[in-house]
């Protein structure tokens, strides 16, 4: 937040009705982006009322308004402005905000009444992280004068509204520090437990290119069913972020119950969305059109009553940035509700889903199809990359990866082909337990009730050549030469749970003249609390320097295992079986609270161009 000095005050009668007199004053002082002095202003929040039974009530005030500019310190006065955005940030001598409110305290509704008024208002002076804006415009919360008088409260008037009248005279876009809504008109209405907007308004960018989105809808909390509608008028994804395409955004996202039902009674709610760019594909240059939006489609439903509310998507197509998401027979089930099962006090851990996912990138596509629960799931997946080249110029078009991956993703390059199978058996749940347990250096657990999760992966590549860009100058590994790394007949297996796996290896890698070729096979997993083990069954490698004849071989000849144990002193540490300890990472003196690694011996021969063999024991 911004820095700021209070000062406090405050009368409470001890006696009913418990009157109530409170002030308290600050100074909020903050630099603004762009300018050389800082911005001062004077808040003052009251309160006047009593809070003593049924009847109690409070009035509060707010006042927000610049108390002058003084110099930041560190800064000289320029002799021109900084540069600024497409509009000026607002002059901080016109920053002005007021807020009135009364609250019953002890009411149903406890806010009764509320209203704020804007005047060039800027979030970054009051919040440095928040976007800079210019807000005016006025908020109001009431009852509704139709179904009652002012002086009841909302529950008894049995109708509230509310009513938003903003205009920000600065948008621009998120990454800019701004923020993208230009305007809002919005009414609603809050009667016999269900919410309406029969008109919301959001101006989105800067005229002539500014785009609307309107709502209109209703929701009913203790069922959960909404209907209403979403239109979007020539809104520009550029408003929102200045690295997507200018292309406007025209179409619709419905939501619609049966003519004949109630929202206040009724729960199924169909879905639909038909969203589209208004310049056809082709119309740009690739370049132009690597960032551009051009059709979002789906049909679905919402059930409110279903598994603690589903909604299930027949269909889904996204086409965008080049890509095209896919998903069909898409069920997300939250699941049971917290109330029905007392250990659960978070919504999510009864969350579900089931259905095809289909991803086609520019080089790749990535298919997923299953079905995953808490404590049961089963599904498989499958990454196919065709062109590896592809992929990594599309990836380092894309700006929300940070300008330092973005950079190293241009200057790489890679030619190849890759394919990643997944298959999955267990619940989600289930995983997260085992990662905790994990995590904290608890013994193995199982839910009786739960799958234990099992994975079986595999990757494949037949040929995958890699050009690393140089190490960044000022780095110890810092050289101005690219590296060629190319990997052929790739073959890697992961299969198991946490607490068994086993890993199979094998392929060859090249890079300049030196080439390696490595096949190894080990098992091992968390055996106990905190302590993990793992066994090398099959270890062969063979390396060469083209520069010079022969090859040089390492073989495992007889297994080798070791033990892992974190929280634990080597006095309590148990070696892993078939050998004693013959390596110790921790010393005589160490705490209980460290990590102590042990292994058996094995054994391993080592042979080359030059006569003889070298045994390891």
Known sequence: LAQARYTASAVLQARATMALQATVDGTITTPLPGRTEAFTAAAQVRADGTLATQAAQLNLEANLQPAGATP?????????????????????????????????????????????????????????????????????????????????????????????????????????????????????????????????????????????????????????????????????????????????????VQAQMPSQASPLTSTVVRLTADIRSAAP????????????????TAQGQWNPEDNGGTVHIERLALDALRARLQATDLRISRGAPPSATPAASNPAVAVSGQG??????????????????????????????????????????????????????????AKGQAQLQLQWKGGWSALQQQLHTAAQGLPPSADAKATPFQLQTSLTSPQLDLVLPPQASGTADATNVATLLQLRALKAELNGQLTQATLRLEGEARTGTQRLSLQTQATGGLSGAGQWQAQWSQLRAQWQDTRRPGVWTAQLTQPWAMSLR???????????PGRASSATSASPTSKPQGLTLQASAGQAQITGPVPGTVALR
């Open 281 to 296: 594909t082709g119309t740009a240059p690739a370049s132009a059109t690597d960032l551009r939006i051009d059709a979002f």
């Open 356 to 413: 095809l996912v289909q991803l086609t990138l520019p080089g790749s596509q990535l298919r997923v199809q299953g079905n995953i629960a808490p404590r049961t799931g089963q599904g498989e997946g499958r990454w196919s990359l065709t062109d590896a080249e592809q992929t990594l110029r599309w990836l380092g078009r894309l700006p929300w990866l940070g300008k330092e991956l973005q950079g190293t993703l241009r200057t790489a390059s």
């Open 566 to 576: 974190t929280g634990a002193s080597p006095a309590t540490a148990v070696a892993p």
């Open 72 to 252: 930041a310190p560190g800064t000289a006065p320029a002799a021109k402005a900084a540069p600024a955005a497409r509009v000026p940030a607002p002059a901080p001598a016109a920053m002005r905000a007021t807020a009135q409110a009364t609250v019953r305290p002890w009411a149903p509704q406890p806010l009764e009444q509320a209203r704020a008024t804007l005047q060039a208002v800027n979030l970054a002076a009051l919040w440095p992280q928040a976007p800079t804006t210019d807000l005016h415009g006025t908020l109001t919360a009431g009852p509704d004068a139709s179904t009652g008088t002012s002086t009841q409260a909302p529950a008894q008037a049995g109708a509230w509204n509310l009513t938003a009248d903003l205009t920000n005279r600065a948008p621009g876009p998120w990454d800019t520090k701004r923020l993208p809504l230009a305007g809002l008109q919005a009414q609603a209405r809050y009667a016999a437990g269900g919410w309406t907007v029969n008109q919301a308004t959001a101006t989105v960018g800067l005229a002539p290119r500014a785009g609307n989105l309107d709502l209109q809808g209703s929701f009913a909390p203790a069922t959960g069913a909404v209907q209403g509608s979403i239109r979007l008028r020539n809104l520009s994804p550029a408003a929102l972020h200045s690295a997507l395409a200018a292309s406007p955004l025209s179409g619709s």
